[in-house]
């Protein structure tokens, strides 16, 4: 599988654009079918460690991992 510059599969046909940048922790860009939001496992959903934005999901909370086994 080819991939892109984030390191998550090329756009192709049929495709889903992506919604916005990955944060390290996500699997896929949201947006991406058979994917959805998880509570980050390095933060437990709270977006900061150690005094800053967690690494794992940028601050957000959540990442992105896939759900269909796809």
């Known amino acids: 599988m080819n991939q892109d510059k984030t390191g998550g599969p090329e756009a192709g046909p049929?495709?889903?654009?992506?919604t916005g940048e990955?944060?390290?922790?996500?699997?896929?860009?949201?947006g991406t079918e058979g994917t959805g939001e998880d509570i980050c496992p390095d933060c437990g959903g709270?977006?900061?460690t150690d005094g800053?934005?967690?690494?794992?999901?940028?601050?957000?909370g959540k990442v992105?991992?896939?759900i269909?086994?796809?």
Do not use: L, Y
């Open 68 to 70: 269909s086994g796809a």
């Open 46 to 48: 709270s977006g900061c």
């Open 14 to 18: 049929g495709s889903a654009p992506s």
């Open 52 to 60: 800053g934005d967690c690494p794992g999901c940028a601050g957000s």
């Open 22 to 30: 990955m944060a390290p922790g996500d699997e896929a860009p949201a």
């Open 64 to 66: 992105i991992k896939g």
